[in-house]
């Protein structure tokens, strides 16, 4: 029985990678049923990358295969898996850090390197920057629609082997909590904190609550408000900032009917930090 298929890429939709990708596929199995989480992630963004498998893994059913191509190391020596979470799904991708977030915050109970001999596109021995049409479409679809099995996807690894981006630690005491800015709700332009939810209740802060916000990009203050805590944007009038936690249970800010993130300049990554304190 075939499971779902799903493709993760940097390549965009401007040309013919992504339909390749899902040509191979279904020339593997016509009957496969195939979805997408994106397609626009920043290209080479390998932490974002991460993040929207995160988003997004939890939600689709045991069985279903995840191929992720983000792989600014095509060619090189870094391998390429297929990774088992603890709930069943698989994700098909290069071990360069791909896997942090669904190992942090998911679970992986085993992972294989994908032995290119029986698991690699017919005549494509040749290519070496297009692994994500050779090697992973391929592989992700036999393995989707049952023609192998996962122990036929090759040798076991050590999970130790994982490769991981290094994650925002939290910092938190009795009176405020600090996080990074790992990503953008993009349309909308809401900062997504990694700040968890259970860190923020801490502060034993209250709907309708005001919390000082403090933005740093490195060292230097960019931004201080008091923002109210809320459930979600409504809490506040259009044009007003709301806290509130997002969709996987992490602290976020946002504009009401507008993007927080282009009205302050706010970007994502290391050099972002934010710091949450309880109003006394």
């Known amino acids: 029985m075939s499971h779902f298929l799903v493709f993760q890429s940097d390549f965009g939709l401007v040309d013919g990678a992504v339909s390749a990708m899902k040509g191979v596929a279904y020339a593997v199995d016509p009957d496969l049923t195939i979805s997408d989480v994106t397609h626009d992630i920043t ?3 390998i932490f974002e990358a991460s993040y929207r498998l995160f988003q997004t893994v939890n939600y689709w059913p045991a069985g279903t295969v995840f191929v992720s191509v ?3 190391g ?5 391998k390429s898996v297929v990774a088992k979470t603890k709930a069943g799904q ?4 290069p071990n360069n850090g791909t896997l942090t977030h669904i190992a942090a915050f998911v679970g992986i109970e085993e992972i294989r390197e994908i032995e290119e001999r029986t698991n690699r596109l017919r005549n494509s021995e040749l290519s070496y920057t297009f692994h994500g049409r050779d090697v992973y479409a391929y592989t992700g679809a036999k393995l989707s629609s049952g023609k192998i099995s996962y122990e036929e996807v090759g040798p ?13 630690e939290t910092i938190h005491d009795e009176h405020s909590v600090t996080g990074q800015i790992d990503i953008l709700d993009v349309r909308f332009g809401s900062l997504w904190t990694s700040i968890p939810f259970e860190n923020f209740t801490d502060l034993h802060v209250s709907f309708g609550d005001y919390v000082e916000v403090q933005i740093y990009k490195q060292k230097s203050l960019v931004y201080i408000n008091r923002i109210i805590y809320g459930h979600s944007f409504s809490d506040v009038m259009v044009g007003m900032p709301i806290l509130y936690m997002n969709s996987v249970n992490h602290m976020a800010l946002a504009i009401n009917q507008g993007s927080f993130a282009k009205a302050y300049n706010i970007g994502v990554g290391e050099n972002w930090t934010i710091k949450l304190i309880k109003v006394q």
């Open 90 to 93: 698989y994700i098909v991708t």
């Open 74 to 78: 095509v060619g090189s020596a870094r």
């Open 43 to 45: 290209p080479y963004n």
């Open 70 to 72: 983000v792989d600014p």
């Open 156 to 168: 076991a690894l050590p999970l130790d082997e994982i490769e991981s981006l290094e994650l925002f």
